[in-house]
T-cell receptor, first 109, second 116 residues
Framework: QQPVQSPQAVILREGEDAVINCSSS?????VHWYRQKHGEAPVFLMI?????EQKGHEKISASFNEKKQQSSLYLTASQLSYSGTYFC??????????FGTGTSLTVIP | DVKVTQSSRYLVKRTGEKVFLECVQD?????MFWYRQDPGLGLRLIYF???????EKGDIPEGYSVSREKKERFSLILESASTNQTSMYLC???????????????FGQGTRLTVV
């Protein structure tokens, strides 16, 4: 029931792009994305609701394919400040919500 | 700004002790959560509360209990601490009373608990 995130870890140089994927085996109502910097609390990035919408937050955007029960987080022109662990959270039937295991993203100069 | 405050950043307790972790939020949120964070396992829900005195078990409630006597305060209790409860504990809160139970959650800084 816990969504699967891929990759588990990625290292980027500043300015490069990255994609983080989140996949569930259940039908989803929504997907949530959070970022947790080292030693800090997770911070909400965005919610994507059923309907396949794409949302954006600065240079970070995400899509939600409800038919495939997948979401992808897109980080473009990465900055050092993007480093951290990214978690997706999926809401499915029966008020079930699970966080994924996280993707560690490191941006180097 | 929403603030979720956990009483301690670091705690060291002995096996068998009763441990209380406190969480306070200042935004009048209906929902409050306790998560446990372990490397490679992500965030796992221990307990959820959607109102004062109301609670639901999460995925890993064994060995834990909770108390919510006031809307702003949610306590996690380890009845008899064990070494396998050494972990980072995160409290979160969010608005409720909407068609969707899960909305933007605000997290506390976490309590790193070590049980020796």
């Amino acid at each position: 029931q816990q969504p699967v995130q891929s990759p588990q870890a990625v290292i980027l140089r500043e300015g490069e792009d990255a994609v983080i994927n989140c996949s569930s085996s259940k039908a989803l109502y929504s997907v949530h994305w959070y970022r947790q910097k080292h030693g800090e609390a997770p911070v909400f990035l965005m919610i994507l609701l059923k309907g396949g919408e794409q949302k954006g937050h600065e240079k970070i955007s995400a899509s939600f394919n409800e038919k495939k029960q997948q979401s992808s987080l897109y980080l473009t022109a990465s900055q050092l400040s993007y480093s951290g662990t990214y978690f997706c959270g999926t809401e499915s039937t029966g008020n079930q919500f699970y966080f994924g295991t996280g993707t560690s993203l490191t941006v180097i100069p | 700004d929403v603030k979720v405050t956990q009483s301690s950043r670091y705690l060291v307790k002995r096996t068998g002790e009763k441990v209380f972790l406190e969480c306070v939020q200042d935004m009048d949120h209906e929902n409050m959560f306790w998560y446990r964070q372990d490397p490679g396992l992500g965030l796992r829900l221990i307990y959820f509360s959607y109102d004062v005195k109301m609670k639901e078990k999460g995925d890993i409630p064994e060995g834990y209990s909770v108390s919510r006597e006031k809307k702003e305060r949610f306590s996690l209790i380890l009845e008899s601490a064990s070494t396998n409860q050494t972990s980072m504990y995160l409290c979160a809160s969010s608005f409720g009373g909407t068609p969707r139970r899960y909305t933007e959650a605000f997290f506390g800084q976490g309590t790193r608990l070590t049980v020796v």
